[in-house]
Structures are given as structure tokens and as C-alpha cells.
């Protein structure tokens, strides 16, 4: 899922190609993924782009007379630029944006349609698309823990409600929670004030260090390999790989199609989290601590 470091990139590529251009018309393949209906889709036709802003990990789209677009890429959408019209991709396609100067294609890979967008008029009904999580570049450390134990979950579940906290997925809490030094599994109400304070630290480094890495490769291109995986990060998408600060294997808890990654060296005092389908299976075969797992 595309999360606050990639839509920034977005938004900055976009920035510089479409504001102050005019939207001709948008060709939409997939209507399952309009959500709105009043105001209708043509009403946005033929007008200037005034700005572009973020939401959470929502994309919206300024229009004059009070108009906005709000795209919402979900887990498999993505954004591809082009200077000259473009068809719509046969099986990933949804929709077309063509502007004076080029086309934005909006694709979605699997079989599920789960990108989203919308078409409102005015702040209020823009703002009843913001799920209103809290964004860490504004936050005091006490509205982050406010934030933070909002309600009752793993610290992993917790840093990724988009009602609470903003622009965080399942990719940069792994880096979050491996910088912070704490397990993933951890209750969030469980924590020590020190703890929610590196937390905090943790949360606003890795996003603005991300922010930076997306921009510095994306340079004055289009963001293009818009993934959840990527060799510099620390233990996501790592498994088996050593911890680049300890050296210790990379370990994995397993759920539905969720992945987490962790460090048990680093956050969880040498112990191996129990994935919920293999440590089943496995029984007392499942490794507990490192060095069950070396022998």
C-alpha cells in the first residue's frame, strides 16, 4: 500500500505537471471504483487544477467553484504519467485523467477493485473523507499518545488505523517499531512513557527520512516501482536477511495475506513471536527464542 512517503512523491510529481492545467476529461473503465454520483464526474471537466493536497493516504485534487477530486489508491492502486494520451491498460486499467499537457493513469493489480474515487463539493464534505488520524509532522508527543491509545490494540495495529494516526501501513511500522526498539505484538496501553517518547521519535524520523528517499529517486521523474519492499529499509520485507543493527535473522508473523517483520534480538528480548498458522502446526517444534532457532 502506497503509504505518507509515497503519496508525498505523488503529489510532488503531479504538482509540477498538472496544477494550473486543465482536467479535458477523465475515461473511466471501471465505474465500481466512482463512489459518488452528485456532484457528477463531468463537473470537474474542462476546469484548471488549483491544487493538490493530501488526506491521510488519500490524494485530493482542487478544482474551482469548491470542487474536489479525492483518489484513493488502497493497497494495489498506482499512478503512471504520460505526455501524450494513453489508452487505458486492458486488465489493471480503471481510469484515465487527460490533461493539456499529458494523461494520469490510474491501474490496480489483482482481481480485487478496492481504489476509490470521489467527486464532492466543499470543505465539509471533503472533510467527511479525512478518517482523521493524526498527522505526526504536526503532533506534540502528547497528542501522539493520545493517538496512540486511542483504543486497545498491538502496537503493530495501533501505529496503522488511519483514525488515529495518519500516512502509516503495514511497511513503515515494521521500520517504526525495529527503530523504536519495540515488538510489534506489544499493547499499546502496556507502555512506559520512555517508550511512547521513542516511539514518537521513531514515528517522525522514519516517515521523514522516507519522504526524502522517495523524492531523491523520484528526482523530476514520475514515481514508478511504488512498492512495500525496498533494500534500504531495516526488516520489512526482509525475512531471513540479517538486522542490519544486531546481525540477528529477520522473523515473520504470518496472517491472511498481512505480513509483519521483526528483529527478536533488537525488539523482543530473544524471543520468536508465534505465527498463528505454523506455530500450530509446529507445536513444540516451534522455536521460541534465538537460539532455538540456530540449533
Known amino acids: 500500500m502506497p503509504e505518507l512517503p509515497e503519496i508525498v512523491s505523488y503529489i510532488d510529481?503531479?504538482?509540477?505537471?498538472?496544477?494550473?492545467?486543465?482536467l479535458e476529461t477523465v475515461r473511466v473503465k471501471s465505474f465500481s471504483s466512482l463512489r459518488t454520483y452528485d456532484?457528477?464526474?463531468?463537473?470537474v471537466f474542462g476546469k484548471q487544477v488549483t491544487g493538490l493536497r493530501r488526506i491521510g493516504k488519500r490524494i485530493v485534487?482542487?478544482?474551482?467553484n469548491d470542487l474536489f477530486v479525492v483518489l484513493h489508491l488502497m493497497v494495489a492502486g498506482r499512478l503512471h504519467w504520460h505526455e501524450e494520451r494513453k489508452q487505458i491498460p486492458g486488465k489493471i486499467g480503471l481510469a484515465a485523467f487527460d490533461f493539456t499537457d499529458g494523461t494520469l493513469l490510474l491501474t490496480e493489480a489483482g482481481t480485487k477493485r478496492r481504489a476509490s474515487l470521489h467527486v464532492v463539493r466543499g470543505e465539509e464534505a471533503l472533510a467527511e473523507l479525512d478518517p482523521g488520524g493524526l498527522e505526526l509532522s504536526e503532533a506534540s508527543p502528547?497528542?501522539?499518545?493520545?493517538?496512540?491509545?486511542?483504543?486497545?490494540h498491538t502496537l503493530k495495529r495501533a501505529l496503522t488505523d488511519a483514525r488515529f494516526i495518519s500516512g502509516i501501513g503495514g511497511a513503515f511500522a515494521d521500520e517504526i517499531l525495529h527503530r523504536a526498539k519495540l515488538s510489534p505484538m506489544q499493547t499499546n496501553t502496556n507502555l512506559s512513557e520512555s517508550e511512547i517518547n521513542r516511539l514518537f521519535v521513531a514515528s517522525k524520523e522514519i516517515l521523514d527520512e522516507w519522504t526524502e528517499i522517495r523524492r531523491e529517486e523520484t528526482g523530476d521523474g514520475f514515481p514508478k516501482k511504488v512498492t512495500a519492499f525496498h533494500p534500504k529499509m531495516a526488516v520489512h520485507?526482509?525475512?531471513g536477511e540479517p538486522c542490519p543493527v544486531c546481525g540477528t535473522a529477520v522473523?515473520?508473523?504470518v496472517y491472511a495475506s498481512r505480513e509483519t517483520n521483526y528483529c527478536p534480538e533488537c525488539?523482543?528480548?530473544g524471543r520468536i513471536?508465534?505465527?498463528r498458522s505454523l506455530s500450530r502446526l509446529l507445536k513444540d517444534d516451534w522455536p521460541k527464542t534465538i537460539e532455538d532457532l540456530d540449533s
Open 13 to 22: 510529481a503531479m504538482d509540477t505537471r498538472i496544477t494550473n492545467t486543465t
Open 39 to 43: 456532484p457528477p464526474l463531468d463537473a
Open 61 to 64: 485534487f482542487a478544482f474551482p
Open 142 to 152: 502528547d497528542e501522539f499518545a493520545s493517538a496512540l491509545n486511542a483504543e486497545r
Open 237 to 239: 520485507g526482509k525475512y
Open 251 to 253: 522473523q515473520r508473523i
Open 267 to 269: 525488539q523482543t528480548e
Open 273 to 275: 513471536l508465534a505465527d
